[in-house]
């Protein structure tokens, strides 16, 4: 079975966003942060506070969007069948 790359790609991108958005706004109304430190360097601009999980939103879709498409690629490719 062949997957359908952009579909796939959405919706990994949609669930990898929606739980960035969620554990980001969990840790920042905990009053933490640490956790999510090392998120900021790879993500410019992203920091463990409400403002950040926005941020994170679009990071997450991002990220899961990107990942999601090149293994959905990877697995036409190689082990999809025709049909």
């Known amino acids: 079975m062949k997957l359908k790359v952009l579909s796939f790609a959405l919706a990994t991108g949609i669930v990898f966003g929606v739980v ?16 999510l430190y090392l998120m900021h360097r790879v993500c410019p601009g992203y920091m463990a506070s409400v403002g950040g999980s926005f941020l994170g939103l679009i990071y997450g879709f991002i990220y ?12 036409n490719a190689i082990g999809g069948s025709k049909t």
């Open 64 to 75: 899961g969007f990107v990942f999601a498409a090149v293994l959905a690629w990877i697995y």
């Open 20 to 35: 960035l958005f969620l554990v980001t706004l969990m840790i920042s109304l905990q009053g933490g942060g640490g956790h």
